[in-house]
């Protein structure tokens, strides 16, 4: 290892006299002696290959041209959902996320309360009009996360082991799941009808045992299409006292009836769509509901902010509920250990959903359904494409089954993105026994312009597919 003789100016500790003392402190006479347990080949003894430092405008200049490869969805039509999707972001969402009493702290969590407390509150109340339910809890990471924490919550409560799940659920959300919950959770997948995607009833009857602790389903679901069989579903878990938990896209709840109103238990998903821009590892945050029943609220993990009368006369105030169940009060005592949470987007969410009202909400909707329709339409209109592959009926997530093109969704896609498109989700990995089949998302932004583009540009893809074809055919 190479011995530092200078200071660095921006590398702290490195000052030899600091150095000197440390190693004295720690009981050691050299830094190398700090790595005698690592073999000598796995050392790097050389200098590093570090180009000489730049100046602002040029260092700027450089990162600019690497971050001009992306291409976002301002360049490109955006096709492609599952699990982030591409929603209208009224300027007044940034504007109020942004504000430095919000912004500033750790984690969305500013350590001087100019109204931080309220507006939480605020968001938990217009959440838990939308989806019908009491107690909203400050949000956590993601859609996956508030998932996972339900099922805990329903472990604890029912003091059972087992999970049920649909097969049907997005494989990146099923490994969050199974390692947050394990080892104590066994998750178990319930099959589902080839035809409609629907949670199959006779699977589910079979797998469900006094072992059950919960069983989530969603709606709509990862493929798109409306689960309409909530009400038989929560019958079922609950003639064994098992919880129902429902997933939910929050942007289909203008024009879909809330799961509390199914027999949900918990409600969890994705902040997403309320206010908040796609981001490469960043905007995805989870929300999680119950009714205002004790047993349900006491296993909450995360903060929740209530309000109550203070001592002077026609004055409230805001504040954590019931903050002794957190580990924030009970460190290692606590049911779930709960930091870092996304209460940013929790208020994001709050501007969103006071600014559209229910009448916003409702237009949302149905005019996601209305563009989807209209696309699954135009697309079924092309020879050998089928869409949607199921006969249920989608929100704004439909499965295009491109296996009869003799065109792989890869080779598809690749066309689309050559000609300025992102194209759907490839599920042929994910969901080999749908075979060539994508996953395409419209939402609000799209116009009539923008879909008719999707359709005419894949329909040149295939058309110059059959040519090449043609050509190999007339030559042999």
């Known amino acids: 290892m190479k011995k530092q003789n200078t200071a660095h100016?921006?590398?702290?500790?490195t000052v030899p006299e600091v150095q000197k003392e440390m190693l004295r402190e720690i009981g050691v006479e050299t830094i190398d002696e700090l790595f005698e347990g690592i073999p000598e080949e796995l050392r790097f003894n050389k200098e590093l290959n570090i180009p000489k430092a730049l100046s602002e405008y040029e260092l700027r200049r450089y990162i600019d041209g690497i971050l001009a490869k992306n291409k976002d969805t301002k360049e490109y039509l955006n096709f492609l959902g599952a699990g982030c999707w591409n929603h209208f972001i009224p300027a007044i969402c940034d504007e109020v996320n942004s504000r430095a009493e919000f912004l500033t702290g750790y984690a969305g969590d500013p350590y001087e309360d100019h109204g931080r407390f309220q507006a939480l509150f605020e968001y938990q109340s217009l959440m838990a009009e939308l989806v019908d339910m009491d107690v909203v809890n400050v949000p956590t990471f993601d859609w996956a996360q508030a998932a996972a924490t339900s099922i805990r919550m329903a472990s604890r409560i029912t003091k059972r082991k087992e999970m049920l799940l649909p097969k049907t659920i997005s494989p990146d959300r099923l490994k969050i799941i199974k390692n947050y919950c394990s080892p104590h959770i066994e998750c178990i997948l319930v099959d589902y009808e080839e035809d409609s995607g629907q949670i199959n009833l006779r699977d589910l009857k079979e797998k469900l045992s006094t072992n059950t602790a919960a069983v989530y389903f969603e709606n709509p679901s990862y493929l798109g299409f409306i689960e309409?069989?909530?009400?038989?579903?929560?019958?079922?878990?609950k003639s064994y006292e098992a919880i129902t938990i429902v997933g939910v896209d929050p942007s289909s709840l203008g024009v879909l009836s809330p799961p509390s109103h199914y027999g949900a238990d918990i409600v969890c998903g994705d902040l997403q769509p309320l206010g908040m821009h796609m981001n490469y590892g960043g905007g995805q945050s989870g929300f999680i509901a119950t009714h205002d029943d004790l047993t349900f609220i006491q296993e909450f993990p995360s903060r929740l902010f209530g309000i109550a009368p203070t001592v002077v006369e026609g004055e409230y105030g805001f504040g954590d509920v019931?903050?002794?169940?957190?580990?924030?009060?009970?460190?290692?005592?606590?049911?779930?250990?709960?930091?870092?949470?996304?209460?940013?987007?929790?208020?994001?969410?709050?501007?969103?959903?006071?600014?559209?009202?229910?009448?916003?909400?409702?237009?949302?909707?149905?005019?996601?359904?209305?563009?989807?329709?209209?696309?699954?339409?135009?697309?079924?209109?092309?020879?050998?494409?089928?869409?949607?592959?199921?006969?249920?009926?989608?929100?704004?997530?439909?499965?295009?089954?491109?296996?009869?093109?003799?065109?792989?969704?890869?080779?598809?896609?690749?066309?689309?993105?050559?000609?300025?498109?992102?194209?759907?989700?490839?599920?042929?990995?994910?969901?080999?026994?749908?075979?060539?089949?994508?996953?395409?998302?419209?939402?609000?932004?799209?116009?009539?312009?923008?879909?008719?583009?999707?359709?005419?540009?894949?329909?040149?893809?295939?058309?110059?597919s059959r040519k090449e074809r043609d050509g190999v055919c007339a030559k042999d």
């Open 322 to 464: 019931f903050y002794d169940r957190t580990s924030f009060a009970l460190r290692e005592k606590g049911k779930e250990s709960v930091g870092t949470q996304t209460a940013l987007w929790g208020i994001t969410a709050g501007v969103y959903l006071s600014l559209l009202g229910p009448n916003g909400m409702y237009e949302l909707g149905k005019s996601i359904m209305q563009k989807s329709q209209y696309a699954m339409g135009q697309l079924g209109n092309i020879p050998n494409i089928v869409a949607s592959r199921f006969e249920s009926t989608n929100f704004k997530e439909f499965v295009v089954d491109f296996t009869h093109t003799r065109k792989s969704v890869k080779e598809i896609n690749q066309y689309l993105l050559d000609n300025g498109i992102f194209g759907g989700k490839d599920l042929s990995e994910e969901f080999p026994e749908l075979g060539q089949c994508a996953l395409l998302c419209i939402t609000e932004i799209h116009s009539k312009a923008d879909i008719d583009r999707l359709v005419s540009t894949i329909q040149e893809a295939l058309i110059g």
């Open 9 to 13: 100016p921006y590398i702290p500790n």
């Open 228 to 237: 309409t069989q909530g009400q038989k579903i929560s019958k079922l878990a």
